[in-house]
């Protein structure tokens, strides 16, 4: 059979179609589709604040009764009775202890009979000499005579005296036996059992008596946080806070005390042994929550510190190498700022760089954001309540709210932060209850 055999250009030609008929049916398929845009994401936002916030520093005080006072005997005896019941309210020249007064009446009785004895021998000696005085005069008697009148009448005035003295005396000393209260307050426990003999050879301590309205709360400064503090106010970094430094405190079991207290003692030295200087507040205690000897945390408003930039704690997120916020721009584009934060003061945190009052940053949305991306941007209302909480501030002595860096201690910290926000520094940490310090703490003026 004899094989086909095709001229090359038919062949071309052939070939040529065929192509052109592959291209046009390609080209007659329909494009698939293109994805459609994303929409923008939707964020919440919050402008930036300028406020002028308070300095807060943060220390550990004690706290100590307004007036302390010992009750004493003050005459030797036996103690007969107890006339207070322990742990109540005493009013000033409340009888609280009787000591035997049998010696003490004695001792009156015959001081009593020597004063009449004196006086009996005075009005002798005085007759003696009334009688004398014209004898002299006539030479009737020696001026010998009539000048032992007169000394006798001297000396008896003298005894008298004296006799009298002795009276007050034993009169003070049966008083002594009726133990009184000399200042209003709670009254502790009795130190001595009735029946003990007391006051000899010196005042016996009996019990203590405390006016606990007010109260003071001692605590100290570190020397070298005054300096910060002081340096401070004189460069105009901070003021001198409204009213005067007050001081806040927090009880042992973490909840505020519900009253404010003023400074009223700053020491003049410096303790040689711990580096600090020691102060006091003075806290009304209507209730008496506050008892001497009693721990607490106090927060010192010592100053305030003018147009400091504030944001809502959720905005700040804390990554590896620092804090951030993303920000809206004009274009309603999304921008990442690095910061450098200071410390929380309620529920926002203080921002040192980074943010300028009145820009636009996200609460709520920051997850799903990239730089420069365009956004919807709709108002945030924070919820009533939220981040309200005990609160702590950067721990006791700090001075950051006036060193550079470091403008503010919180007044209280929020419950909880959403998720990606930034966690307070550890020395926010709200402590569940307040610790005596192992050492002296640092206070602040």
Not at 161 to 174: D, H, K, P, T
Request: with cysteine; hydrophobic share 40%; proline share 9%.
């Amino acid at each position: 059979m004899q094989p086909i055999r095709v001229a090359p250009a038919r062949f071309l030609t052939v070939v040529c179609a065929g192509a052109l008929l592959a291209g046009l049916a390609a080209c007659s398929k329909p494009e698939p589709p293109k994805p459609a845009a994303r929409p923008p994401a939707v964020v919440r936002v919050i402008p930036s604040r300028s406020e002028t916030v308070p300095v807060i520093q943060e220390h550990v005080g004690r706290v100590a009764a307004f007036r302390s006072v010992e009750v004493r005997a003050r005459v030797e005896g036996i103690l007969e009775k107890r006339h207070f019941t322990e742990g109540t309210e005493v009013k000033r020249g409340q009888l609280l202890y009787t000591i035997d007064p049998t010696p003490y009446q004695t001792v009156l009785n015959d001081a009593r009979a020597e004063v009449a004895r004196a006086e009996a021998n005075l009005a002798n000696t005085r007759s003696r000499e009334q009688r004398y005085a014209p004898l002299v005069k006539e030479n009737a008697i020696s001026r010998q005579d009539y000048d032992d009148a007169v000394t006798a009448v001297k000396q008896n005035e003298a005894l008298l005296a004296s006799a009298r003295g002795a009276v007050e005396r034993a009169q003070i000393n049966l008083g002594y036996t009726r133990v009184v209260a000399n200042e209003s307050g709670r009254i502790g426990a009795t130190l001595v059992p009735e029946g003990r003999l007391v006051g000899k050879g010196e005042a016996t301590h009996l019990t203590t008596i405390d006016r606990l309205e007010p109260v003071y709360v001692n605590f100290t400064m570190a020397d070298r946080d005054a300096l910060v503090f002081k340096r401070a106010m004189s460069s105009g970094e901070i003021r001198e806070a409204d009213g005067g430094s007050r001081a806040r405190v927090f009880l042992p079991d973490g909840t505020e005390y519900a009253e404010l207290g003023k400074l009223d003692f700053t020491d003049s030295r410096v303790d040689p042994n711990t580096g600090t200087i020691s102060l006091r507040a003075v806290m009304p205690n209507p209730g008496q929550n506050l008892l001497p000897g009693m721990f607490v945390r106090v927060e010192f408003i010592s100053a305030k510190r003018p147009d400091t930039i504030l944001v809502p704690q959720q905005a700040v997120i804390k990554t590896p190498t620092g804090h951030i916020a993303w920000v809206i721009d004009k274009e309603g584009r999304a921008t990442r700022r690095d910061l450098v934060v200071g410390q929380w003061l309620r529920e926002d945190w203080i921002i040192e760089k980074g943010l300028g009052a009145g820009e636009a940053v996200v609460v709520d949305g920051y997850q799903k954001l990239q730089p420069g991306a365009p956004v919807k941007a709709v108002p945030w209302t924070p919820t009533p309540g939220a981040g309200a909480g005990a609160g702590a501030g950067a721990g006791a002595g700090a001075v950051k709210a006036v060193s550079p860096g470091a403008p503010g201690v919180p007044a209280a910290p929020p419950a909880a932060a959403p998720a990606g926000a930034a966690a307070p520094p550890a020395a926010l940490a709200p402590p569940a209850a307040v610790a005596p310090p192992a050492a002296a703490p640092s206070a602040k003026p």
